[in-house]
Nanobody, 121 residues
Framework: QVQLVESGGGLAQPGGSLRLSCAAS????????MSWARQAPGKGLEWVSG????????YYTDSVKGRFTISRDNAKNTLYLQMNSLKPEDTALYFC??????????????WGQGTQVTVSS
């Protein structure tokens, strides 16, 4: 069965860094687009970043451009999100999600359980 397991969240100070990982199993990881989304307390789901299966295209929401970097290792079936220059407004539960096709414009059919990121001094 498909599993997506996020890790790497935690407490960081403003200006600090965290690296999230999403370990995928149960499907051919290299064939599918993947994305990160987040949900802050009391707010709706926000798409943060996405990457095509072949790494030919990446997407970032405006608020994280220049600070976050999405990547994937298709040999290790793992998705990453490097988060630098963290801000308190980045505090949220971060999810990785699998697209139903090779790019990130397909519907998303599987989600991880999330990893909490808290940015505070």
């Amino acid at each position: 069965q498909v599993q997506l397991v996020e890790s790497g969240g935690g407490l960081a100070q403003p200006g600090g860094s965290l690296r999230l990982s999403c370990a995928a199993s149960g499907f051919t990881f290299s064939n599918y687009g993947m994305s990160w989304a987040r949900q802050a307390p009391g707010k709706g789901l926000e798409w943060v970043s996405g990457i095509y299966s072949d790494v030919s295209y990446t997407y970032y929401t405006d608020s994280v451009k220049g600070r976050f970097t999405i990547s994937r290792d298709n040999a290790k079936n793992t998705l990453y999100l490097q988060m630098n220059s963290l801000k308190p407004e980045d505090t949220a539960l971060y999810f990785c999600a699998k697209a139903a096709g090779s790019n990130i414009n397909y519907a998303y059919d599987y989600w991880g359980q999330g990893t909490q990121v808290t940015v505070s001094s």
